[in-house]
């Protein structure tokens, strides 16, 4: 199947063109700019296409993933060259406009399907991430898409046009809108947020991190969300209207008032207790993961880099609240801590067994009879540096005595050290190597 991403040479129309390319689809990318439109083809395998509509009637699905204010024009321009049977999508964060114009502009037998990713290009994979569909119509591509997103462990939510604006006036409009006048009001203030953070409570630190993830996107996007949907400015200016009579409140000594409004808020929470559990469970995954590292200086571990995927493994010399200094080789290497994932002991094992030299050894040696082969594996392939252990010979004979087995065990480690290890381990067990 081919597949053609309209602007798909940068942000979110890039992660798409790079995640259809790898599970196997033709791809074709468009963008204004040719060079970069060339570079980025090639950095992910696919084929630029300097012309919209002769992308869009060369593919079987056509992905329009360019910036709010100019969808519309660029749906216009594409719509009317999808060929019959086919489907055209695109995945902006307002649907009402763009649903209009795709009935109006579809040729007969073309179908579409406006849809709206609920993230950005930062992520690593669909698992987890909710993708919203709004047909408006019948449409064979539904089910589908559908099933081809849920096998990749997305969650999809089918609505209309119209409840999918509403939602989003809710959980982009006024949320950003919020968050964004926090990090203003704490510019304006002149707060020195690194200070701010010593004398916080973690769940002030993760809120700074979430308003952080939101004012650092485009601010041109953040603009067109929210001046393109046609609900934002109400729930604008409902917050700040609530928002006032709150102020009111405190200045005139209402607590009562205040009290109850704050308590109505709080019981409008669909399920307070699973919101508390799952902030909780975010904290300590944030504290785990540094505390994990500080236990760990002065031994070796696998730090994977959360956005580029590569593996630095070496000696962990040491942590502070931000970074985690690690030696690698002859290279000293300064990570941000928010940037990395520790790997577990199984996921560095395994990393070495792929990346890195071993050697086999064969260890024989004689055991009581009863011993059970597989314990021995099992207790052999925990040790550290052990990549695999594995019995591959078992003998009775002449030079065995009575009521004893000779057990040849096949190892793979990649250190001399790990050898001898496993050596003086076997003989704790109450065996003799022979």
């Not at 300064?334 to 064969?362: H, M, P, Q």
Request: hydrophobic share 40%.
């Amino acid at each position: 199947m081919k597949v053609s991403v309209i602007g798909g040479t940068r942000g979110l129309g890039y992660w798409i063109a790079r995640f259809l390319k790898d599970e196997g689809f033709s791809v074709i990318i468009t963008g204004r700019d040719r060079e970069a439109g060339l570079a980025a083809a090639e950095r992910i395998g696919a084929d630029y296409c300097p012309d919209n509509t002769r992308a869009a009637s060369a593919s079987d699905v056509v992905i329009v993933s360019v910036p709010i204010d100019v969808t519309p024009n660029v749906l216009r321009e594409v719509a009317p060259n999808v060929r019959e049977g086919c489907l055209l999508m695109d995945v902006t964060s307002v649907k009402e406009e763009p649903a209009r114009i795709m009935a109006e502009l579809i040729p007969d037998g073309a179908y579409f399907i406006p849809a709206h990713p609920m993230f950005g290009p930062r992520v690593t994979s669909l698992e987890g991430q909710v993708v919203v569909l709004t047909p408006t119509e019948d449409n064979p591509w539904l089910e589908p898409l559908k099933e081809f997103l849920e096998e990749r462990k997305a969650r999809v939510i089918v609505t209309d046009p119209e409840k999918h604006d509403l939602m989003m006036a809710v959980v982009q409009v006024l949320t950003h809108f919020a968050y964004i006048s926090i990090a203003a009001t704490l510019e304006s203030a002149g707060v020195d947020i690194r200070e701010s953070r010593k004398f916080a409570s973690p769940i002030y630190n993760l809120m700074i991190d979430t308003i952080a993830r939101i004012v650092a996107q485009n601010p041109y996007l953040a603009y067109s969300i929210q001046t393109h949907n046609r609900h934002a400015r109400r729930m604008r200016d409902l917050f700040l209207e609530t928002a006032g009579e709150l102020r009111d409140l405190l200045d005139s000594g209402a607590m009562d008032e205040f009290v109850r409004r704050m308590s109505l808020a709080a019981k409008n929470i669909d399920d307070i207790e699973s919101s508390l559990g799952r902030s909780d469970k975010a904290i300590e995954a944030l504290n785990h993961e540094l505390s994990l590292l500080k236990d760990s200086v002065g031994g070796e571990v696998g730090l994977k880099h959360i956005y580029s995927g590569k593996v630095h493994v070496g000696i962990l010399e040491s942590v502070t609240p931000d970074y985690a200094i690690l030696r690698s080789g002859k290279r000293t290497l300064k990570f941000k801590i928010s940037n990395i994932r520790v790997l577990s002991g199984d996921e560095l094992l395994r990393w070495k067994a792929d990346n890195l030299d071993s050697a086999v050894y064969d260890i024989s040696a004689v055991f009581p009879d009863g011993v059970r082969p597989e314990v021995i594996e099992e207790l052999l392939g925990r040790l550290d540096g052990v990549v695999e252990a594995r019995v591959t010979d078992r003998y009775r004979g002449p030079q065995i005595p009575d009521g004893f087995i000779s057990l040849t065990v096949r190892i793979r480690v990649f250190e001399r050290e790990s050898y001898e290890r496993v050596k003086k381990v076997i003989e704790g067990m109450g065996a003799s190597i022979r």
